[in-house]
């Protein structure tokens, strides 16, 4: 609780941080963590719209509307996620080409390619590239701003090396143990504290809209029925009748689940939000033991 309240007063002290720019400079950011990112290091020197912005949504049925098309006509900063995850916004990008207008993409900056696990926000490495990025671009778009980014950026740089610094400490107490979850949103996560991530091909098929084999759902369930795994991840934006099914296979066989969401709720910051899922594992296995 002390690191989350820590990171949410860093937080604040950095979007607030900063002269307001005469003109602000416009932000558009796919996914609202993205766009968080963004005004942490912008702070009153611009304005930043998130398109999917909702925890209740899924981002896979999100359809780009025509006020999106003119939010990106006015934007001089594009962020969003690539690997094939929001494919809407190169396609509106586009169609509506603008002199001068920047990107920055995730995908590019990991060297991501279509067709991996494209949940790119829980890679360690993602958001210290992605920031870096979008204070390079800043101060070249509002050069008497440049300072004010920088600044903001290493407020910035050190939570998230706050947010390493608890991932380590997870990894060493818990490397290896034996996890599964519905869908591979928090892979990159689970790979990075070290744990052994069970049922991949599973997975897999679910985040490709297949249907998963007899032999994998059974692999599956069994995993939950007989205790193999100490941890179930589950996204909390797609519960359909067969993941209700599995969470309460989950709950009779007293396996501790960690929701996760493709959207950051409403109110947080991305270091709060993920250091209060990072919080919540380190509780749940610490209660096994």
């Known amino acids: 609780m002390r690191l989350l309240k820590t990171f949410i007063l860093a937080v604040s002290m950095a979007v607030s941080a900063g002269s307001m720019a005469a003109t602000p400079v416009p932000i558009v950011a796919a996914e609202n963590f993205y766009g968080d990112i963004a005004a942490q ?16 949504q899924d981002p896979h049925m999100f359809e780009a509307s025509p ?4 939010a990106l006509t006015h934007a001089r900063l594009v962020v969003y996620n690539g690997a094939d995850y929001d494919p ?12 001068g207008r ?22 360690p490495a993602a958001m210290p590239a992605v920031a870096s990025a979008i204070a390079r671009h800043l101060g070249e778009i509002d050069p008497e701003g440049r300072e004010t980014y920088q600044a903001n ?10 947010l390493q610094q608890t991932i380590t400490a997870i990894r060493t107490r818990h490397a290896g143990t034996p996890v599964t979850a519905t869908e591979p949103v928090f892979g990159y996560m689970s790979d990075a504290l070290g744990f052994t991530m069970r049922n991949a091909a599973f997975q897999l098929a679910v ?4 249907e998963p084999s007899a032999s994998q759902i059974r692999a599956f369930e ?8 100490k941890i179930l991840f589950y996204n909390s934006q797609e519960e359909d009748s067969f993941t209700k099914r599995v969470l309460r296979i989950a709950r009779e066989h007293r396996v501790p689940i960690v929701g996760v969401t493709e959207t950051m709720p409403e109110g947080m910051h991305f270091q709060g939000w993920v250091a ?3 919080s919540d594992i380190e509780t749940k296995l610490a209660a096994q033991q």
Request: no cysteine.
């Open 67 to 70: 006020s999106i098309a003119r």
């Open 222 to 229: 069994d995993d939950l029925k007989t205790g193999q795994v």
């Open 276 to 278: 209060g899922q990072l």
């Open 88 to 99: 809407w916004m190169e396609k509106l990008l586009k169609a509506s080409p603008v002199q």
């Open 207 to 210: 985040m490709n809209d297949t």
């Open 153 to 162: 950026l290493a407020k910035v740089a050190r939570s998230l090396e706050q």
């Open 41 to 56: 290091i912008g702070g009153a020197r611009v304005t930043v719209q998130s398109i999917l912005n909702n925890p209740d």
């Open 102 to 123: 920047r990107t920055v993409v995730a995908a590019e900056l990991l060297g991501t390619q279509a067709g991996a696990n494209p949940h790119l926000w829980y890679d």
